[in-house]
């Protein structure tokens, strides 16, 4: 019900009068839109929320932004009566995980499904589980780029990779890309490059960033009553059948970028000489270059033949340039032999965003584990005190009061938690608001749980166990810290938030007793809140400007000189069982 009220006031907003953007992906209340809150709460059937103002604003706010942020088919899919967010990185379902922060219950609101209540759940960071182990070991073949090396490096003090030769030369044909100002003229001149391929009898996998866009394309491709095939997250279950057969001769198949993840495309014997498989990508990646290498890979694999070419969507008007200044190839496509800078801008973009999401990683890699510690924390200060409240025997009769205190405490300090990072969602990332963030969250759990109720006179009639309790939270802060000047050695970050930011919140699963145990919130929003998910907040964002000297050599076809070798690293990502992962909880030295 409190949910629905939301999504009423919402749709009664009007872009402009009662809410203006603040990028792209924001949205901000205007004056006249609270003022409409506050009247639309007069009414009679809503006097219960009187005094809630603010909290209605935040929801308001957070489901207007969300549905400029979040698109279907892009960012998750409708399944039943189910919302299940895509992962970026690998095109596929994350049928276990929920958008948290609100986001979640209020897309499923905003597409009239149910809406389901979150849980607040206990995570430990995963770089902070693999450290558990004295040895680390792992392969991948795009580990050799800057970045990726010093990531690896800094979260787990890796700095040795190995370089094992290939088995096979790579026969690879990695064709020069095109760059369109017109999408459409685009999307029609793949269609017919494909068609092409299909008719000379070389299997093509198209690979696009979104199901939204893999199904225009197979719209377009029906069209012209060429066959094909679609693999996205829609029919994730169809997905051994269809890669089976996408290295068959003249078959085409239309992708997001999960195809060929975990199983390579299988060429007929009768093309595995002659043509191989042909990649056609629509993108760049916004996140990092070793994502555009590791689709170039679904093609030419173990000395196979095989050949890749993106065809781009280019707006010149993102970089100040307009689009009359260019010289043409053919309609709408630009010549590149005069405007070799095109390119040089496109990868510059993609450094700068891989560059830039990286420190994001680093830096919310400390906020969990920094919340870890809280978690940690509040369970042994609860059983702390309530260890020595029951050696007190005349105080048995309230340890009910003193129990839901310590709850009442926490689930405070959670909302108010909420509330920063929602307001901050923007800006968590630069020095001044981290640094912020750090000293209100830690400073309001210390009020919250040392200034609790009953407890606050527990502590004062037992010095000794308000000291211990004061040592243990110095030595969760020295231990934050450490992690910190480790990670975060030479790194300064901005001093304005980037732009274009697209948070996705998730969190996976555990148990806390001191969690999950029941407390009634005196604050509408605070009932609400009162099973939301502990937050492991990963921005993914692109930041469109040119840095540096960060040029490349355009002179040959894109792959020349640019092809990276296959690494083994020394980095394992060996998930143990969730019965370690729960024991690991109960740890002290993480980092």
Excluded at 252 to 265: L, P
């Amino acid at each position: 019900e409190y949910f629905k009220i939301i999504r009423m006031i919402s749709e009664n907003m009007g872009k402009g009068s009662h809410y203006e953007l603040k990028s792209s992906h924001q949205a901000a209340l205007t004056e006249q839109g609270k003022e409409i809150i506050k009247e639309f709460l007069e009414k009679p059937d809503y006097q219960w929320l009187k005094g809630y103002e603010s909290d209605v604003e935040l929801l308001v706010q957070t489901y207007i932004t969300i549905g400029l942020r979040y698109q279907k088919g892009i960012h998750y899919v409708v399944q039943g009566s189910e919302v299940i967010p895509i992962d970026e990185l690998t095109g596929r379902l994350k049928k276990e995980h929920r958008f948290a922060l609100y986001v979640h219950q209020l897309i499923e609101l905003k597409e009239n499904t149910k809406v389901r209540g979150d849980e607040h759940l206990v995570t430990l960071p995963l770089p902070v589980f693999f450290n558990y182990y004295r040895e680390k070991t792992g392969m991948t073949g795009t580990i050799d780029f800057p970045v990726a090396r010093e990531e690896l490096s800094r979260i787990y003090g890796i700095k040795d990779v190995v370089v094992i030769p290939a088995k096979c030369l790579c026969q690879r044909k990695d064709y020069a890309p095109r760059v369109f100002l017109d999408k459409q003229k685009r999307n029609v001149s793949l269609v017919e490059r494909a068609h092409e391929l299909r008719k000379q009898g070389v299997p093509v996998l198209l690979v696009t960033p979104s199901v939204a866009e893999s199904e225009e394309f197979g719209r377009l491709f029906k069209e012209r009553q060429i066959p094909h095939k679609i693999l996205n997250a829609e029919n994730e279950y169809q997905e051994k059948q269809i890669i089976s057969k996408a290295g068959h001769q003249g078959v085409i198949t239309i992708s997001t970028n999960m195809s060929g993840r975990g199983a390579d495309i299988k060429i007929d014997k009768r093309l595995s000489e002659t043509t191989g498989l042909a990649v056609l990508a629509t993108f760049k990646s916004r996140i990092s270059p070793r994502l555009d290498y590791q689709l170039m890979g679904r093609a030419a694999r173990q000395g196979e033949p095989g050949s890749t070419q993106f065809f781009l969507y280019w707006n010149p008007s993102e970089y100040g340039f307009k689009a009359d200044k260019f010289r043409m190839s053919q309609e709408t496509e630009i010549d590149l032999r005069h405007h070799p800078e095109v390119l040089e801008l496109i990868e510059n973009t993609q450094i700068s965003a891989e560059i830039a999401i990286s420190r994001n990683h680093l830096v919310q890699l400390l906020l969990d584990y920094m919340f870890f510690l809280q978690e940690g924390f509040a369970r042994r200060f609860e059983n702390a005190v309530m260890e020595d409240f029951y050696s007190d025997e005349e105080s048995r009769f309230y340890r009910c009061d003193v129990r839901g205190s310590l709850m009442s405490a926490w689930k405070g300090y959670l909302y108010q938690r909420q509330l920063i990072l929602t307001f901050c969602d923007n800006e968590i990332y630069t020095g001044e608001i981290y640094n912020k963030f750090k000293k209100i969250t830690r400073g309001k759990l210390k009020k919250f749980l040392f200034e609790a109720k009953y407890v606050k006179n527990i502590l004062k009639q037992n010095t000794r166990l308000e000291r211990e309790l004061a040592e243990e939270w110095e030595k969760m802060n020295k231990k934050f810290t450490a992690a910190e000047s480790k990670i975060l050695k030479g790194i300064k970050l901005p001093e304005a938030p980037p732009d274009n930011i697209r948070p996705v919140y998730c969190y996976k699963e555990c148990s806390s007793s001191l969690i999950n145990s029941p407390h009634q919130n005196s604050s509408p929003l605070g009932r609400e809140m009162e099973k939301i998910g502990q937050i492991v907040l990963l921005l993914n964002f692109y930041k469109e400007k040119r840095i540096g000297d960060g040029s490349i050599d355009l002179s040959s076809p894109l792959g020349e000189g640019h092809r990276r070798k296959e690494h083994i690293l020394i980095a394992e990502n060996d998930q143990n069982t969730r019965e370690w992962y729960k024991h690991l909880l109960s740890g002290y030295n993480l980092m």
